[in-house]
C-alpha cells in the first residue's frame, strides 16, 4: 500500500517546528492587529499558500475553508474568509516588515 500525500499533515509537521506563542507575541511586538483573522491563522495560510503553490488568495480561501476541520486541528486556526488575507497582507506588512534598526554597520 503506498501512503497518500497530503498538503495538510505537512503543513502540521512544518508548522510544529515554530515555537508556541512566537507567532502571537512578534504580533503584539509590532502592533499587528485585524479584526478576526489571528496572527497564527495568517501565518499558516501563507505556509499553505506557498506549499500547495496557491495561485491567488481565493485559492486559499476556498482550500482552506474546505478543509477547515484539519485546519482547527493545527493550533487552533480558523480559515480565512474570503477578504480577510488581503486586509491582513495589507495591514500586517506594512508594521511588521520597518527595519529595527538605521545604522549601517
Same mark, same amino acid.
Given at each position: ?13 512544518? #508548522? &510544529? ?8 507575541? %512578534? =504580533? ?9 483573522? !489571528?496572527? #497564527? &491563522? ?8 506557498? %506549499? =500547495? ?9 476556498? !482550500? ?42
Amino acid at each position: 500500500m503506498t501512503p497518500t500525500k497530503h498538503t495538510m499533515s505537512v503543513l502540521a509537521q512544518i #508548522t &510544529s517546528w515554530i515555537p508556541d506563542r512566537i507567532i502571537e507575541n %512578534l =504580533a503584539r511586538k509590532h502592533r499587528s492587529q485585524t479584526r478576526s483573522f !489571528s496572527a #497564527t &491563522s495568517h501565518v499558516i495560510s501563507m505556509v499553505y499558500a506557498h %506549499l =500547495a503553490h496557491a495561485l491567488s488568495l481565493n485559492d486559499i480561501c476556498d !482550500s482552506l475553508s474546505n478543509h477547515a476541520g484539519t485546519l482547527k486541528q493545527i493550533r487552533g486556526c480558523t480559515p480565512p474568509s474570503r477578504n480577510g488575507p488581503s486586509h491582513a497582507n495589507k495591514t500586517r506588512l506594512l508594521s511588521s516588515t520597518r527595519p529595527t534598526s538605521t545604522s549601517n554597520t
